[in-house]
């Protein structure tokens, strides 16, 4: 079972930034749109960010639009989301997961899969 990994996240201040990394190993993975998602205590999975497996088209969550950047570099094996401008409604932990297709068709955590353990980001007020 292919799975992701999540780093980059951590403490960080209001209005400070952060890096989120998500790779693997499978090899096929640039042929995959990916997406990141958040988990907030006691809330569900929500989207946060996703893009196509060429890496020109990305979709954000209105709630971080303008503030995060996702991206990808097909040759790492690796997608990001650049996180600035953060706020404390920001803390959750932070999911990337991996679609079936090319191209996002779905903002909905169902849509994607190969979770991994998450990277846990806190913004501190």
């Known amino acids: 079972q292919v799975q992701l990994v999540e780093s980059g996240g951590g403490l960080v201040q209001a209005g400070g930034s952060l890096r989120l990394s998500c790779t693997t190993s499978e090899r096929t993975f640039n042929s995959y749109a990916v997406g990141w998602f958040r988990q907030a205590p006691g809330k569900d999975r929500e989207f946060v960010a996703a893009?196509?497996?060429?890496?020109?088209?990305?979709q954000y969550a209105d709630s971080v639009q303008g503030r995060f950047t996702i991206s990808r570099d097909n040759a790492k094996n690796a997608v990001y989301l650049q996180m600035n401008s953060l706020k404390s409604k920001d803390t959750a932990v932070y999911y990337c997961g991996r679609s079936r297709y090319a191209n996002v068709y779905t903002t909905s955590d169902d849509g994607f899969g190969s979770w991994g353990q998450g990277t846990q980001v806190t913004v501190s007020s």
């Open positions: 893009i196509n497996a060429r890496g020109g088209i990305a």
